[in-house]
């Protein structure tokens, strides 16, 4: 009888494990490999093969030596890097998703210096001692700030976790309903509280909130005032919140400790500040207990959570069984170390952080950066329309959301392709490129590209050219 085989004959079909091990196509992949890995992935290719064969999505059962060639090609596949450098031609300069902030090459030396043989990570080399892991970090912190002490956790969101665990574990955390922010990851303040073993407390309304709110609420339970600065949004028309002062002023009434989450770690200059953000300086100026901050984004170094502050909280910090498992390792101590020393030099003579970022991003250099790229691959696609014009950026990573900075940006229509396919082809680039769809064209953004990243691109599309 005719027509499709039955499921039973087609499991039947399905080569035995040895018989792919056997096949010649294996030969190279078993010299190169484990044994024992080819054998799990020749195991688990297979039994991706029989639930493909039972629910239908597929109707053939491959030969040996095709099951041989799957599993070779994944396992040659599987030991690639896995981080793979992009351009970024989003026009988003901290872009979560592309790594946020690019390290200078004093962070990329400092890491490496600590990852490439033994470091004096927890070793005091003075007293031949064991010292703390963020020692490195805490002096720069001190001659940058001049806080009491300083303490370094593995990202910011982390650094909130400690802070309230540590002061306020059982108790209640008193902050503004128009502080309860949301970052990327669908990741709440909310959530960070009660994951810390304390309660919230709302206060106020979405858009004015009052000192008097916060001290309506205070009593037994309250354990900590929190105040969080919402960097990736704006609450702007009829808004009232409370400063930072009149929170501490609050809090040393009631003896409460009062606690900022900055969120971006903005050192302004001397002269005042140039971001329409709040100023790490000018923040700890008006007396909060402990402030914390990112290490990239604003700052420019690696992902950190930074909590400076009254060395009293610090040390009842790292004395929480949670700094531990929270701590940072070598390589972050090292880049950011060195990140920090870099802004502790003039501008004139350093440059770090968003400055560094935008140094030498004029407008009429992105300009001529994109008239370069459109001439040249208009001569790779000729069927293929560019333009040029204006546009703009961002900073990105939740920082500075209604900032937009000048930038210009090369508009391509393909012949032949939808953009959707454009934009898989790019980032199947030896070097991915990542721009973003607009209104039927593709757009690639000057803003975000680095030293050598025009090159790449111009290599990109000669791939494509030669398809």
Known sequence: MGGKPELNELLRRLPQVDAVLND??????????????????????????????????????????AAAQHVAEYLRSLCQPR???????????????????????EALGAAMRAGSGYCNLEFDLQTGERSQRDAACEPLMWALTGCEAATVVNNCAAAVLLVINTLADGKKVITSRGELVEIGGSFRVPDVV?????????????????????????GEEAGLLLKTHTSNYRVTGFTEEASISELVALGKKHRLPVFVDL???????????????PGLL??????????????????????????????????????????????????TAGALSATLAMHLHNPEVQQAGMAAMLHDRAEAKLKRLAGKLKSRLAELLPDWRFETRAGSGSY???????????????IISPAGATVDQLHARLRDAGTPVVGYPQGGAYVLNMLSLLPGDDKRIIDAFEGLAGE
Not at 396 to 410: R, Y
Request: proline share 5%.
């Open 396 to 410: 990105g990573g939740g920082s500075l959301p209604e900032v937009e900075i000048p930038s210009w940006l090369l």
């Open 83 to 105: 981080l793979k450098r992009v351009v970024n031609a989003t026009g988003v300069l901290l872009h979560t998703n592309l790594g946020r902030a690019v390290l200078p090459p």
């Open 194 to 218: 009660r994951g810390s073993g304390a309660e919230l407390e709302e206060v106020g309304t979405t858009n004015r909130t009052r000192i008097a709110d916060y001290e309506e609420v205070i």
């Open 24 to 65: 010649g196509a294996l030969e190279q992949a078993l010299q190169q490999f484990r044994h024992d890995v080819v054998r799990r992935v020749v195991r688990g290719h297979l039994n991706w093969l029989r639930d493909e064969l039972a629910a239908g999505r597929s109707s053939e059962a491959p030969s040996a030596t």
């Open 263 to 277: 969120g971006s770690g903005y050192v302004e200059p001397e002269s005042g500040g140039e971001l329409d953000e």
């Open 282 to 331: 000018a923040t700890l100026a008006e007396g909060p207990g402990l402030v914390s901050f990112s290490g990239d984004k604003l700052l420019g170094g690696p992902q950190a959570g930074i909590i400076v502050g009254k060395r009293e909280y610090i040390d009842r910090l790292r004395r929480n069984p949670l700094w531990r498992a929270l701590r940072i390792d070598k390589l």
